[in-house]
């Protein structure tokens, strides 16, 4: 409950990816992760990267962080490490970002 009210965009955001209903809405998880960045518009995402900065800070560094993934930002995949879930975190990010910056060099607009 704590991750929803302080990262509620990324908790949607995580939450939208991997549900239970995954393989229904996608073809694969690469596909899930690219609908972050094809299927909300740039506020949201832009809200998305705040969002998982600040969550990285916190609990990027904790042992158990592939627990915390799953059950504080309810990600409905299990994660066997710390390993795997920094990867699928990452990847996440990473995607948003780079459609962020597409965006932007597309339309010429500065960062704010």
């Not at 239970?20 to 832009?46: C, G, M």
């Not at 042992?63 to 490490?81: P, T």
Request: charged share 30%; aromatic share 12%; hydrophobic share 35%.
């Amino acid at each position: 409950m704590e991750a929803e009210e302080r990262w509620p965009t990324l908790f949607e955001g995580i939450s939208w990816v991997w549900n239970e209903d995954q393989s229904v809405f996608y073809e694969n998880e690469d596909s899930a992760i690219k609908s972050l960045a094809t299927e909300h518009p740039l506020q949201w995402r832009q809200q998305f990267i705040k969002e998982w900065r600040e969550c990285d800070v916190e609990w990027g560094h904790q042992s158990n962080f592939h627990v915390l993934l799953q059950d504080g930002l309810n990600m409905n995949r299990v994660l066997k490490d710390n390993v795997e879930g920094r990867k699928l975190w990452s990847k996440a990010y990473d995607t948003v970002i780079d459609s962020v910056r597409a965006e932007f060099k597309t339309s010429g607009e500065k960062r704010q």
